[in-house]
């Protein structure tokens, strides 16, 4: 068995509104997967069902089941905190924290206690595999608040693969940067697929192209059709997914 | 068109009477703080500051009143700033908005416009006549840090408020627990906000001489600790002046005591500015 993520029969409801219906899906280990759709289909709530970020939303209910390797994550005895390190997530817009560019990167690392020397390390490290190193190494002890936007959102990942997940989750990380910084994301993102296993939420189909060897196409909280991007995009099976990827809708 | 003013002059009016209100709550203030300078800084030199009183306070100076001062604001600071920012951050970050939340509010607020005489009062009656502890700095302080807690309260809670959630789900994705977020990322990034109003809770506490009349028992001489009796810098320029003691030195401990607190707002405002530069790497 391949996969690193398994989605068995995901009912999502917020309140009475049936956001996700019947989803199943199974996500392979290293490896990039892409979630299109139109907006309000589903695919940010599906995404954030994967490291329980909905337990935060006091209405979420749901059914069916998530398995992280095989076990259960919505397992009463799973512990929140232990799934997160290893399900990490990137955000649409950048949300560094109004701290150093070290402490940002190091602060995953400190709250799971890990001594300083190893910390130092991890941090440079992080921030060379994140492609960000040579523009921030002399001003590690600067604000991350002072780097553009997509420098920030590369911090954001440095952040994120500093506690070495198997997964990180990106939820639209481009869309609120311009295209050479989309550009450098979508380069590191290749780069990255060695380590992680990376699901990606994308309102961009050329991105999902440019990315991913498979892509889920969402509708009204459905899959409506699931597997290798480039037969998805090239000769889909759904009509649906075809009148999408041609531009007739969303 | 017969309209009696046009919307061209209905908005030069208008500018100028927001101008206005502007620049006379400016002058309001300059006017006071101006008067209180230029009637009380003649008295005010180094030994007026270190020296006790002689003659209830009609000749000699203010030490031991500087001294009460600091103490009650000491007392009611220590106490007030952490059940002020505990309940904003129960508030915001721990539960939702339900009848609790609004029984906290309504209690602070109600707590916020009851008038200092009557926390007088109750310092009396519970410190004083139902514990029986003498007249002590440390029973004014207390009464001083429930006349704080309000303001504590409520701009810690818009201060906490206004931390952006992303920078909480930043944390919390990164598998850090609640109170791990709270303690590293929300409150560092409210500290600015909360200090702010730390400050002007302490300011009021600082400045109140009704609240705290019938409990620190009003002594002159040098208070050697909390529980002892003392007399607040507001305490001491209200008895001088209603007991006709002596309105020159009266209006020399009111500078003092204007003095003080434009130091430590200064003082405060600066170190804030800086740390919020810092934070946000302007």
């Known amino acids: 068995m391949n996969y690193r993520i398994e989605v068995e029969d995901l009912n999502v409801y917020f309140d009475e509104a049936h956001i996700l219906k019947d989803v199943n899906i199974n996500i392979e280990k290293n490896m990039v997967t892409s979630l299109i759709g139109p907006s309000g289909c589903g695919k940010s709530t599906f995404i954030r ?11 979420f209910k749901m059914s069916g089941n998530v398995l992280l390797d095989g076990e259960s994550i919505y397992d009463p005895k799973v512990d929140v905190v232990d799934l997160r390190k290893k399900v990490g997530m990137v955000f649409q817009k950048p949300n560094p924290f109004p701290k150093s560019i070290f402490d940002n990167v190091a602060y995953g690392l400190k709250i799971h206690g890990e001594n300083e020397k190893f910390i130092e390390q991890r941090v440079e490290d992080s921030l060379k595999e994140a492609a960000l190193w040579d523009e921030v190494k002399d001003k590690l002890d600067k604000s991350a608040m002072g ?17 070495e997940p198997e997964v990180i989750l990106m939820d639209e990380p481009c869309s609120a940067l311009d295209p050479i910084s989309t550009t450098k994301i979508e380069d590191l993102i290749h780069k990255l697929k060695k380590d992680f296993t990376i699901v990606i939420v994308t309102h961009n189909m050329q991105q999902a192209t440019r990315v991913s060897k498979y892509t889920a196409f969402f509708l009204h909280g459905e899959i ?12 889909p099976e759904d009509k649906r997914t075809e009148d999408y990827i041609t531009g007739r809708f969303g | 068109m017969n309209r009696i003013i046009s919307p061209k002059n209905a908005q030069k009016i208008m500018q100028t009477v927001f101008w206005a209100s502007g620049i006379i709550t400016i002058l309001i203030l300059l006017i006071i703080i101006g008067y209180i300078l230029v009637k009380g800084l003649p008295v005010v030199n180094l030994e007026f500051l270190l020296s006790d009183p002689i003659n209830n306070g009609a000749e000699g100076g203010i030490a031991p009143m500087i001294v009460s001062t600091i103490w009650v604001t000491l007392v009611a600071v220590c106490i007030a700033a952490p059940l002020g920012v505990g309940a904003a951050v129960y508030i915001i970050e721990y539960t939702k908005e339900n009848n609790l939340v609004k029984l906290i509010r309504f209690g602070s607020e109600t707590l916020a416009s009851v008038p200092s005489i009557v926390f007088g009062l109750f310092g009396l009656a519970f410190f004083i006549v139902f514990l029986g502890m003498g007249f002590s700095l440390f029973s004014g302080g207390v009464v001083l840090a429930f006349m704080a807690l309000p303001t504590i309260l409520q701009v810690s809670e818009v201060s906490i408020e206004a931390v952006p959630r992303s920078y909480a789900e930043g944390s919390l994705a990164l598998g850090a627990s609640k109170w791990q977020t709270v303690s590293n990322v929300i409150l560092p990034a409210a500290i600015p906000g909360i200090t702010t109003g730390i400050i002007l809770g302490m300011a009021r506490a600082m400045s109140e001489a009704a609240a705290i009349l019938f409990v620190v028992g009003a002594a002159l001489e040098m208070p050697y600790s909390i529980f002892d009796a003392g007399r607040p810098l507001p305490l001491h ?17 009111a500078a003092v005591l204007v003095i003080i607190i434009l130091i430590i707002t200064i003082v405060t405002n600066t170190v804030v500015e800086n740390y919020s530069r810092k934070m946000m790497g302007r």
């Open chain 2, 237 to 253: 320029l209200y008895t001088l002046a209603t007991q006709g003691t002596s309105l020159t030195n009266s209006y020399g401990t």
């Open chain 1, 49 to 59: 069902t994967l490291n329980r970020m909905n337990d935060l939303i006091e209405t």
């Open chain 1, 147 to 163: 780097l553009s936007g997509g420098q920030q959102q590369r911090l954001c990942i440095a952040r994120t693969i500093a506690v």
């Open chain 1, 224 to 235: 409506v059709e699931s597997g290798l991007t480039d037969k998805l995009f090239i000769e």
